[in-house]
Nanobody
């Protein structure tokens, strides 16, 4: 599967953004889809994951971010609200045929990343 992330940009603290990740192929519904992020000088970290209707979030984004998917459009979304400067990072979507996973190594396919910058 090929993944294409979009929707990043520059936003002020407290603002919102919605990221999208479009997938190729006709088996999208079978994939567990995750969002990760990587800030400069830091390791890539888990943000959120969705399988069917089950979701799981990193503590740092819980209650602010919402992951969802539209299998008819082969797209996964990340709605980000109440953004903070520490949310600044390149955001990546990823796909896996395994179960819900928060580890980078748990995913086989990655998108190219989209930059999110939150100004204070």
């Amino acid at each position: 599967v090929q993944l294409q992330a979009s929707g990043g940009g520059l936003v002020q603290a407290g603002g919102s953004l919605r990221l999208s990740c479009a997938a190729s192929g006709r088996t999208f519904s079978r994939y567990v889809m995750g969002w990760f992020r990587q800030a400069p000088g830091k390791e890539r970290e888990f943000v959120a994951v969705i399988r069917s209707i089950s979701t799981y979030y990193a503590d740092s984004v819980k209650d602010r971010f919402t992951i969802s998917r539209d299998n008819a459009k082969s797209t996964v979304y990340l709605e980000m609200n109440s953004l903070k400067p520490e949310d600044t990072a390149v955001y990546y979507c990823a796909a896996s045929l395994s179960g819900l996973d928060y580890r980078v190594t748990g995913y086989d396919y990655w998108g190219q990343g989209t930059q999110v910058t939150v100004s204070s």
